[in-house]
């Protein structure tokens, strides 16, 4: 998923990966886990309509931000956050962040999507005696800078990360406002099932034993763990169509290797979290991207899904920070207009998706507001 300004921006299975989980019953990892009780008892408790992304400023206080949870078009609230900012020091969570969004989400009468980035975000204790590599940021405060990220599948990493993960459910699992929670840790500048995959970022994945099997077997790991530690939240996986890097178990570049990866994942997801699965595609622009005219074909594959399971969208980024990618330069009530069409596209069945988040900026614009309640009656009405 996508930070400000763009950070935040089942099928069978194909026989390779099927093939794939043979490394994973070598795997020691959290145990298996059987589908939980729903994380919705009626349509009122589904995850849904228009949710804030608000970013976590360390040092700071949330409570500028969490001023949007006042704005009767929103019905959530996602907070993207780093681990590092939370658990600085080994064992002695910081949950200060945490506590105000539930208290005011909470009192809001606002659900809760909880985003925290391991990857390039695990503090520096996580990753002592871990194998990395440095690669480039790919986008987000801070794109191109070089920093050490653990290999997806490093298992003293990701216990580490199961760890902090068990603490956060005992926390906040029974809070009536968590109603969802992004599947992360094989993962690096986001939530989003992507990697590093520049040329010369394949060549350094090849070096370090990187093949599609071990990818997968992390997030089979992962999904468990998240099955296991929230029971009663829905659980969110994002990426579009694609995970992982176009290299297959030989290390051999294959163009249709990440496509086979993230089948095999959400096949995966699928089995182990049942009803209580979301799938999300955090990067809807009506405008041009940097490889695309909008994002209407990689769209596709969440509205696919649209009645199998939950769906959700996030924005690229704000209109009022970027309208030129989201639809319509220097005017930023028609371009977020244009991306919230995108993202609410229906179905063959005439549905479309389950929830929409859209950045703080645009919740707190006062040009945007008739945008904002235009696609809040969207979702009010049945889809």
Not at 296 to 324: C, M, P, W
């Amino acid at each position: 998923m996508r930070i400000e300004p763009r950070w935040f921006s089942v099928p069978a299975l194909f026989s390779l990966c099927l093939l794939s989980w043979t490394f994973v019953s070598a795997h020691a990892g959290p145990p298996a886990v059987a589908p939980g009780p729903t994380c919705a008892s009626s349509d009122d408790t589904l995850p849904s309509g228009l949710v804030v992304v608000i970013e976590n400023k360390p040092q700071g206080s949330l409570a500028s931000d969490l001023r949007a949870l006042k704005n009767p078009s929103i019905s959530g609230v996602a907070l993207q956050i780093h681990w590092s900012d939370i658990e600085p020091v080994q064992g002695s969570p910081n949950w200060a962040a945490l506590d105000e969004l539930f208290a005011a989400a909470e009192s809001a009468g606002k659900w809760v999507h909880l985003l925290i980035f391991p990857g390039f975000f695990a503090p520096a204790w996580a990753l002592e005696g871990v194998k990395t590599d440095s690669f480039p940021l790919q986008y987000g405060p801070g794109a191109g800078a070089t920093a050490k990220l653990p290999m997806p599948w490093d298992r003293v990493y990701l216990t580490r990360w199961f760890a902090f993960l068990k603490q956060l459910g005992e926390r906040y699992g029974k809070s009536p406002a968590f109603r969802l929670i992004g599947a992360d840790g094989p993962t690096s500048v986001s939530a989003e099932t992507t990697l590093p995959n520049s040329a010369q970022d394949l060549r350094k994945w090849q070096a370090d034993a990187y093949t599609a099997s071990k990818y997968i077997g992390a997030w089979q790991d992962v999904l468990q763990a998240y099955a296991a530690d929230f029971p009663r939240q829905c659980v969110s996986i994002s990426g579009g169509a694609r995970a992982g890097l176009n290299l297959n178990d030989q290390g051999r570049i294959d163009p249709h290797e990440n496509a086979r990866a993230k089948q095999a994942i959400v096949d995966q997801a699928t089995r182990l979290l049942g009803s209580r699965l979301a799938l999300q595609l955090s990067d809807v622009h009506a405008g041009p991207g940097p490889h695309v005219e909008n994002s209407a074909g990689e769209d596709k594959y969440i509205i696919n899904y649209i009645g199998r399971v939950i769906t959700g969208f996030q924005l690229r980024t704000s209109a009022e920070h970027g309208s030129d990618v989201m639809g319509a330069k220097g005017d930023p009530p028609l371009a977020l207009k244009k991306s919230i069409d995108y993202a609410l596209e229906t179905n063959s069945a005439g549905h479309h998706v389950n929830y929409l988040e859209v950045y703080e900026p645009d919740v707190l614009a006062d040009d945007l507001q008739a945008v904002l309640r235009d696609a809040a009656a969207r979702f009010a009405r049945k889809h």
